[in-house]
């Protein structure tokens, strides 16, 4: 392994050496109380248990949807394609309706889902977790659906990126 080791005390070196981990981007969606949907772009999602069947992402503290989650008590991971780029760029920007024009269905629990996902997984609010400075949110699976093909849109170094084709061995 080359390069030096260093303290984790500077805030952009510390984000560059956590892209070098590709991750896959989701958009969280949900309706609030008064029936208004909300929804963010997320890339810290991931299975935490099978039995009972549990996800997890996390969000900064302070994020209005963190409340919005809280008091729905129920939400939809959406994992985006990789063709996605816009609509992740879109859940993430201050938008003022991030579903205009955009084509969504309702979900198994009332949820927004995005159609067009290669998977979606509805849950309900399981808990939530003091994560520094972000709040973990897990949430219990109700339903879930996949397409039977396509590839995920993945973020990596700062930049979203498309799977490379698989090397087949001669």
Not at 100 to 105: I, N, P, R, V
Not at 110 to 115: R, T
Not at 140 to 165: C, H, K, S, T, Y
Request: charged letters at 20%; aromatic letters at 10%; hydrophobic letters at 45%.
């Amino acid at each position: 392994m080359s390069g030096d080791w260093h303290a984790p005390d500077d805030p952009a070196g510390y984000r560059q050496a956590l892209g070098c981990f590709a991750t896959g981007i989701t958009v969280v969606t949900g309706t609030a109380a008064d029936g208004r949907r909300f929804g963010l772009t997320a890339s810290s999602f991931q299975s935490v248990s099978l039995a009972p069947p549990l996800v997890l992402y996390s969000i900064r503290k302070g994020a209005a949807s963190v409340d919005l989650v809280k008091a729905a008590g129920r939400f939809c991971v959406n994992v985006l394609r990789s063709d996605h780029a816009e609509i992740a760029r879109r859940f993430a920007a201050p938008v003022a309706d991030r579903f205009a024009g955009l084509d969504w269905q309702e979900g198994h629990l009332g949820c927004p889902a995005l159609p067009q996902a290669i998977a979606a997984f509805e849950c309900t609010l399981w808990a939530t977790y003091d994560g520094g400075d972000h709040e973990i949110v897990v949430g219990e699976v109700q339903a879930m659906r996949r397409a039977p093909d396509g590839d995920p849109l993945i973020f990596f170094r700062g930049e979203f990126r498309p799977i490379a084709p698989a090397v087949q061995a001669s």
